[in-house]
């Protein structure tokens, strides 16, 4: 059992959770996620880690409260404890001094971005960072992100925060501008990702992107999270989360992301006709 030391809602539909647990928070690095049970006959479920701190002893994770699970994760307060969680998975941030790094992050793909553009910042990179929601309102980290960045930009899809529009199109200004990009590393909704790398891969730009297929493991062993990225099948948990863009196969996730809808919505009508 793991203890929360905080709560706070992020959004109205988002969830930030400070969790005790000092074995997973002094092996994490950035870009790594952790699987999380929240209740002893409860789903498992793979989410991101928005931070972690080795000193506290502390991870911190953000969901997106759309299905049974995350909602209840969503009712969990600070002194309330969480069944298991398994971690840190997958391969961290491939870190290295690239030179200027432009990060692209939508949605719930904020929480993921903090610990990764800091990790850029302190490699010596040069960050650019644009971040997007539909409205002000739903914007996370901003103020996080902003303090990692050399060059920030704030994008909303109804014009209530800064530009109006979406995050690729600051990221096309750049380039027309003939900014000088080493490496874009985009994490969000697949549709963002695939836009974003469908724009750098005729100028040859090397493009990172997180993915976030259905786990059920996290470990390899289910094949639940498989991906197709350069015509070949990896395992997103073992394999990823974080590919090649250009080589991603981002309509076969999107089809594989809406397999378990039907089952989804029962489990999540039965939760709620429970309470």
């Known amino acids: 059992m793991y203890e929360i030391v905080k709560s706070e809602k992020l959004t109205p539909d988002v969830i930030k959770l400070e969790i005790r647990a000092p074995n997973i928070a002094r092996k994490a690095k950035a870009g790594q996620f952790i699987m999380v049970t929240p209740t002893e006959h409860g789903e498992r479920i793979p989410l991101t880690m928005a931070d972690f701190s080795p000193e506290n002893g502390t991870v911190t994770i953000a969901a997106l409260e759309v299905g049974k699970t995350t909602k209840e994760l969503g009712k969990m307060k600070a002194g309330d404890k969480v069944f298991s969680l398994v971690g840190p998975l997958g391969l961290p941030t491939h870190l290295n001094q690239y030179g200027n790094v432009v990060s692209i992050g939508g949605g719930i793909g904020l929480a993921l971005m903090y610990p990764v553009v800091r990790a850029f910042k302190q490699s010596g990179n040069h960050t650019i960072n644009i971040i997007g929601a539909r409205n002000e309102k739903l914007l996370m980290y901003e103020k996080e992100i902003n303090t990692v960045s050399d060059e920030f930009f704030v994008c909303t899809d109804d014009g209530s925060k800064g530009h109006h529009g979406f995050v690729s199109d600051i990221l096309k200004k750049l380039i027309a501008e003939n900014k000088k990009i080493d490496l874009v590393y985009a994490v969000g909704p697949i549709i963002m990702m695939k836009v974003i790398a469908n724009i750098t891969k005729p100028f040859n730009i090397p493009t990172v992107v997180s993915l976030n297929p259905i786990m059920v493991d996290g470990t390899?062993?289910?094949?639940?999270?498989?991906?197709?990225?350069?015509?070949?099948?990896?395992?997103?948990?073992v394999d990823g989360p974080e590919f090649d863009g250009h080589k991603v196969d981002f309509d076969n996730l999107t089809a594989r992301n809406k397999r378990y809808i039907p089952e989804?919505?029962?489990?999540?009508?039965?939760?709620?006709?429970a309470k």
Not at 220 to 237: D, L, N
Not at 264 to 273: A, D, G, P, V
């Open 264 to 273: 989804e919505q029962i489990s999540l009508k039965r939760f709620q006709e």
């Open 220 to 237: 390899g062993m289910c094949g639940s999270c498989r991906v197709i990225i350069g015509g070949e099948t990896k395992f997103g948990c």
